[in-house]
Every structure is written in structure tokens, then in C-alpha cells.
């Protein structure tokens, strides 16, 4: 199995910036890819951004140019760096993993996190 731990959530101002972190530990060698969704109340679950273990990345249109994502292979983590916050951001974000960035994009991979919540405020 492999566990996901997210962190870096919060409440911040529009315009303002936050990153958030995903450390996966125990059976990693079972992931390649790793990424964040988010859901926000009321709506469905979207990918926001996943990244490879190469590198290969993949944004939501909504994000691109303001979030970043990026990861640290070594520590099997995952970024994501949140520029320019949008009260539209405002979401409970969920850190994934899977074996490959098309199984992560098209929906998610086996491996969730349990969430943490970020809010924007206007």
C-alpha cells in the first residue's frame, strides 16, 4: 500500500500564495506519477495538476500560469506551489498517485490523500 499525507492548506487572501505538500511512504515503487485534484463544495472532484516521475506535467486550464507543480522523487514528494489565489480556488485539495500521469489525469490513480483545505478569501 502506499500512504499519502498532504499538508500546506489554509486561509489566505486573494491574490496571495500558498504551497502545498504530499509525502507518499510505504510501497512507492508501486507509483509513477503523483498530482492534486480539489473539490470545492457542491461540485465534482477535477485534476488540477500531476506531474511524472520524468517530469511530464499536466495542468487544468484554470491553474495554468499560476500554479506550479513539482516534485522531489528522492523524498517521493509532490508540490504545489499556489500563485495568484482566486477565491474560485477555495477547495478541499486531495493528493494522488498512480502508476502512470495518464491513469492520474484521466481520474486518479489507486492512492488518495485525506485532503486539506484551502480557502480564499475575497
Known amino acids: 500500500q502506499v500512504q499519502l499525507v498532504e499538508s500546506g492548506g489554509g486561509l489566505v487572501q486573494a491574490g496571495g500564495s500558498l504551497r502545498l505538500t504530499c509525502a507518499a511512504s510505504?510501497?512507492?515503487?508501486?507509483?509513477?506519477?503523483m498530482g492534486w485534484y480539489r473539490q470545492a463544495p457542491g461540485k465534482q472532484r477535477e485534476l488540477v495538476a500531476a506531474?511524472?516521475?520524468?517530469?511530464?506535467?499536466n495542468y487544468a486550464d484554470s491553474v495554468k500560469g499560476r500554479f506550479t507543480i513539482s516534485r522531489d522523487n528522492a523524498k517521493n514528494t509532490v508540490y504545489l506551489q499556489m500563485n495568484s489565489l482566486k477565491p474560485e480556488d477555495t477547495a478541499v485539495y486531495y493528493c494522488?498517485?498512480?502508476?502512470?500521469?495518464?491513469?492520474?489525469?484521466?481520474?486518479?490513480?489507486?492512492?488518495w490523500g485525506k485532503g486539506t483545505l484551502v480557502t480564499v478569501s475575497s
Open positions: 510505504g510501497s512507492t515503487f508501486r507509483i509513477n506519477a
Open positions: 506531474s511524472s516521475s520524468g517530469g511530464t506535467t
Open positions: 494522488n498517485a498512480g502508476p502512470s500521469l495518464a491513469v492520474v489525469v484521466a481520474g486518479g490513480g489507486n492512492y
